[in-house]
């Protein structure tokens, strides 16, 4: 995976289709105040080198879109076990582990092989879920990623690449990727899309359109990008972040990243060349099924 070696190199990347991908850190001067301050000052006094890293899966089956969707059958397999697969061939990930407030799924999970964790039902979103699996798993790590269960094609490159991202920078507490965003998927909201500044950080993710031009039309020459839901924490700011209050923004665009952003920390970025394959509705199973089987894929 090639990594941009200064934003310039980063602004011809942006132009092309065919650049592998790139790096770029992301901040954003944050809303809240004391909690923020406190977990800067944490962080700083215990950085150490991110060595040790764990995967997890967060899975519900109550979701508002799609009911019990981590256990609908995709070519013969539950979608759950087609993620973790993909998860377990990451080279960066010690260990891989499915967090679940859900009997079903869990014993769908060990059936297959895979180590659960069981997690409450009161867990707002994936974070919230990998926080607290990562306080019942007994072996301390440096690294958590959370690897969206919904993206059964997940690439274990792009895993390793964001693992690699938060360990290249020391004043980070976060790390994601984003992909070119398809002009079909422009107005959907359940494609979220980022923006970065002229010197690589991360400004804003959104359901929306952004940027948004004058015209109100998509700008078939603006390199648009699509946040892949995959994202690594620092442990301890992972610690930290579910006593954090929910934000302004986080909470209108129901958005969990949002909250890092209005907080005032460092996010590094990764963009990769990758075709998003994430389900969102039972209407995405078919079109993953027939990606698989153009590809042959079992």
Same mark, same amino acid.
């Given at each position: ?9 980063? &602004? ?54 799609? &009911? ?9 397999? @539950? ?109 959907? @909201? ?32 603006? @390199? ?75």
């Amino acid at each position: 995976m090639a990594i941009c070696s200064s934003p310039s190199s980063c &602004s011809s990347l942006a132009s092309s289709n065919n650049s592998k991908s790139w790096i770029i850190p992301g901040i954003m001067v944050g809303v809240s105040i004391v909690a923020a301050a406190g977990a800067h000052a944490y962080l700083s006094r215990f950085y150490k080198f991110r060595s040790r890293v764990v995967g997890i899966i967060p899975a519900r089956f109550a979701s508002s879109r799609f &009911s019990g969707k981590p256990l609908v059958q995709i070519l013969g397999k @539950p979608m759950i076990q087609r993620t973790w697969e993909r998860a377990k061939l990451a080279a960066s990930l010690d260990h891989v582990v499915v967090a679940t407030d859900d009997d079903k799924i869990a014993d769908c999970c060990r059936n297959f092989g895979a180590d659960v964790i069981m997690t409450s039902e009161s867990c707002r979103n994936g974070t919230e879920r990998c926080s607290e699996a990562l306080q019942k798993l007994g072996k301390k790590y440096d690294i958590v990623v959370n690897i969206q269960g919904d993206e059964p094609l997940i690439e274990p490159e792009i895993i390793d690449g964001v693992v690699k991202a938060l360990q290249a920078a020391p004043d980070a507490v976060f790390s994601t990727a984003v992909t070119d965003l398809k002009t079909e998927d422009a107005l959907d @909201p359940n494609r979220v899309k980022c923006v970065v500044s002229h010197r690589g950080y991360a400004i804003y993710f959104s359901r929306g359109l952004i940027p948004f031009n004058k015209s109100g039309k998509v700008n078939h020459e603006f @390199p648009y990008f699509l946040h892949l839901g995959i994202q690594s924490y620092d442990t301890k700011f992972l610690k930290i972040y579910s006593d954090l209050a929910p934000t302004p923004l986080q909470l209108e665009e129901d958005l969990e990243q949002l909250k890092v952003l209005e907080n005032g920390y460092k996010m590094k970025v990764i963009r990769v060349d990758h075709e998003a394959h994430g389900v969102d509705t039972p209407e995405d199973v078919g079109k993953i099924e027939a990606l698989m089987r153009e590809r042959n894929l079992s």
